[in-house]
């Protein structure tokens, strides 16, 4: 079993949707959680980051964790179709830990 | 430009040749990372290096594989007999505290 597993998608939404984006991890040790939006043959940018349980919001983004149930989520708001990408989770304890990613495609 | 940088950008080579990728990280980074990912795949860790020293290594990364920082700064990582499965992105991340960024990429093809 991996210690980080993102759901795989691939994901299709409209334009203006919701988009919810999940991860669970196995090792308490984690203490960053991060979320990558990758664009195709490009480096990972660094969206948000969070080291408590709870929600952290930043504009139209929300990522939220749960280390009671080894859970973190990123949450879009009003997508958009320059919000398709693929987006990874990162767990980290010094060095991190990626999901597979999730790609997403927002359709206008 | 203030961001990590790599070079070179792509790399094709033949297999058993030596390929040698650079990293220039963040300036004020003390911690610097190499990952490698392959389609479909997240990135994977291989090295971490925090000033000149290598404090942590991958069990992915094979003998052939080294991977320098000798005065702190920018980070060489060498492949020497390179193999058809050695293609893939390279990637190079800096971090100082909580945020770690990651340059664009180094993208071996192995023939």
């Known amino acids: 079993q991996k210690e980080v597993e993102q759901d795989p998608g691939p994901l299709s939404v409209p334009e203006g949707a919701i988009v919810s984006l999940n991860c669970t991890y196995s090792?308490?040790?984690?203490?960053?959680f991060m979320w990558y939006r990758q664009y195709s043959r490009k480096g990972p940018e660094l969206l948000m980051y969070?080291?408590?349980?709870g929600n952290k919001e930043d504009g139209r983004f929300t990522a939220q964790v749960d280390k009671s149930s080894k859970y973190i989520s990123l949450f879009i708001r009003d997508s958009q179709p320059s919000d398709s990408a693929t987006y990874l989770c990162?767990?980290?304890?010094?060095?991190?830990?990626f999901g597979d990613g999730t790609t997403l495609t927002v359709k206008p | 430009d203030t961001g990590v940088s790599q070079d070179p950008r792509h790399k094709i080579t033949k297999r058993g040749q030596n390929v040698t990728f650079r990293c220039d990280p963040i300036?004020?980074?003390?911690?610097l990372y190499w990952y490698r990912q392959t389609l479909g795949q997240g990135p994977e860790f291989l090295t971490y290096?925090?000033?000149?020293?290598?404090?942590?290594k991958s069990r992915l990364l094979s003998d052939r594989f080294s991977a320098e920082r000798p005065k702190g700064s920018f980070s060489t990582l060498e492949i020497q007999r390179t193999e058809q499965g050695d293609s893939a992105m390279y990637l190079c991340?800096?971090?100082?505290?909580?945020?770690?960024?990651f340059g664009p990429g180094t993208r071996l093809t192995v023939l």
């Open positions: 990162a767990i980290s304890a010094g060095k991190s830990t």
């Open positions: 090792n308490s040790a984690f203490q960053y």
């Open positions: 969070t080291y408590s349980s």
């Open positions: 300036s004020e980074h003390n911690r």
């Open positions: 290096f925090q000033n000149e020293a290598q404090l942590e």
């Open positions: 991340a800096s971090r100082q505290q909580d945020e770690q960024f």
